[in-house]
T-cell receptor, first 113, second 115 residues
Framework: DQQVKQNSPSLSVQEGRISILNCDYT??????FLWYKKYPAEGPTFLIS?????DKNEDGRFTVFLNKSAKHLSLHIVPSQPGDSAVYFC????????????FGKGTKLSVKP | ETGVTQTPRHLVMGMTNKKSLKCEQH?????MYWYKQSAKKPLELMFV???????ENNSVPSRFSPECPNSSHLFLHLHTLQPEDSALYLC??????????????FGSGTRLTVV
């Protein structure tokens, strides 16, 4: 059973508009959440994270929202740019000394000019 | 070289071959990981090494054998693989510790095809 779910395999957005990528999780022990961005032929790169003690974290055009009661988080990108086109992975950690990450399947975002 | 480097970038091997994937990190991290990315599946954690000791093995078949000779190098030895093992194998490193894997850095991956 998947502990981290990204139910939308793809998303298409017009340049300048908002992109909203969603992620759900099942394990209430997760205490740290991250978003990674992956371009073709490259490894995932860290984008933004949020601790379970917060409900929002903002970094420039990227904002992550966490709703613990719903076990749901979302990544907002505004305004979206063509260079944002990539696969976005949601990941969660249950902390501990190693902080192993559990990933979702990813959502492919296409931002059209 | 900086970051996490994986070689080779692409590998095609027969089911009876033996090959190794190599990962090297120059970040001074103390934990290294192997992940597998198959089509339409999440990134799957395979192995975790912390301070050169294996701390996790997520029920990976024995045809995959990891080796971590020092904190900068990680290998994945492959033998008698199956076609369903074809995937992108990603190496990552982190400083570990506490609140999630902050500073997780991935390599570009090795695209493995088993024929």
């Amino acid at each position: 059973d998947q502990q981290v779910k990204q139910n939308s395999p793809s998303l298409s957005v017009q340049e300048g508009r908002i992109s909203i990528l969603n992620c759900d999780y099942t394990n209430s022990m997760f205490d740290y959440f991250l978003w990674y961005k992956k371009y073709p032929a490259e490894g995932p790169t860290f984008l933004i994270s949020i601790s379970s003690i917060k409900d929002k974290n903002e970094d420039g055009r990227f904002t992550v929202f966490l709703n613990k009661s719903a076990k749901h988080l979302s990544l907002h990108i505004v305004p979206s740019q063509p260079g944002d086109s990539a696969v976005y992975f949601c990941a969660a950690s249950d902390g501990g000394s190693q902080g192993n990450l559990i990933f979702g399947k990813g959502t492919k975002l296409s931002v059209k000019p | 070289e900086t970051g996490v480097t994986q070689t080779p970038r692409h590998l095609v091997m027969g089911m009876t071959n033996k090959k190794s994937l190599k990962c090297e990190q120059h970040l001074g991290h103390n934990a290294m990981y192997w992940y597998k990315q198959s089509a339409k599946k999440p990134l799957e954690l395979m192995f975790v090494y912390s301070l050169e000791e294996r701390v996790e093995n997520n029920s990976v078949p024995s045809r995959f054998s990891p080796e971590c000779p020092n904190s900068s190098h990680l290998f994945l030895h492959l033998h008698t693989l199956q076609p369903e093992d074809s995937a992108l194998y990603l190496c990552a490193s982190s400083q570990g510790g506490g609140q999630g894997a902050i500073g997780y850095t991935f390599g570009s991956g090795t695209r493995l095809t088993v024929v």
